[in-house]
């Protein structure tokens, strides 16, 4: 099992950056990936940003150029640990509720980001 504890968020005025972290402990080593989704009122929960242990990162073409996802983890190189999400440039349609979220490794499986482990959410709010 995988825990997953968030941190940041709050309220920012458009135009400011705010950046959350997520901190994952237990099974680190069976992650393949780390990433983000959002979730606004009224709306589904979409994928903000992902980063696998390749360091290979994906993003929404929403945040492209404003949102920048890092993994921090010195101490177990190899491994997911602590997953960074830098938001620049925020507008107000960035607010929502930003869960942090993991995926553990499937032996033979290369399909898209698929998340088994979830945080309980940060709220970020960008006032205009």
């Known amino acids: 099992q995988v825990q997953l504890v968030e941190s940041g968020g709050g309220l920012v005025q458009a135009g400011g950056s705010l950046r959350l972290s997520c901190a994952a402990s237990g099974s680190i080593f069976s992650l393949t990936a780390m990433g983000w989704y959002r979730q606004a009122p009224g709306k589904e929960r979409d994928l903000v940003a992902v980063?696998?242990?390749?360091?290979?990162?994906?993003?929404?073409?929403?945040v492209k150029g404003r949102f920048t996802i890092s993994k921090d983890n010195a101490e177990y190189s190899v491994y997911l640990n602590t997953v960074s999400l830098q938001m620049n440039s925020l507008k107000p349609e960035d607010t929502a509720v930003y869960y942090c979220?993991?995926?553990?490794?499937?032996?033979?499986?290369?399909?898209?980001?698929?998340?088994?482990?979830w945080g309980q959410g940060t709220q970020v709010t960008v006032s205009s």
């Open positions: 979220n993991a995926e553990r490794a499937r032996p033979g499986y290369s399909g898209d980001y698929a998340p088994d482990y």
């Open positions: 980063i696998y242990s390749t360091g290979t990162t994906n993003y929404a073409d929403s």
